[in-house]
């Protein structure tokens, strides 16, 4: 049996995933769908455009195109 899948079904709390587009991009969706397959459907997964490995934190606009929609501001 695949070990993702597995862990997938174990996730039973709310996730919030994001990736930067210039990092891995959209390739944690994949992961991100794993979880969803496993029966939580309280999953979000983003890819924040236009932002590479350390932008999320040095960003001048780190604040306003990461933090915020990410806690919900």
Do not use: C, T
Not at 19 to 26: K, V
Not at 53 to 68: F, I, P, R, T
């Amino acid at each position: 049996m695949n070990k993702s899948r597995m862990a997938g079904k174990n996730i039973k709390v709310p996730v919030k995933w994001e990736n930067f587009e210039l990092g891995i991009g959209s390739r944690g969706e994949e992961a991100a769908n794993l979880i969803r397959q496993g029966g939580n459907q309280n999953v979000r997964f983003r890819v924040v455009p236009g932002y590479a490995h350390a932008d999320g934190v040095y960003s001048l606009k780190a604040e306003q195109d990461v933090w915020n929609p990410f806690f919900g501001r």
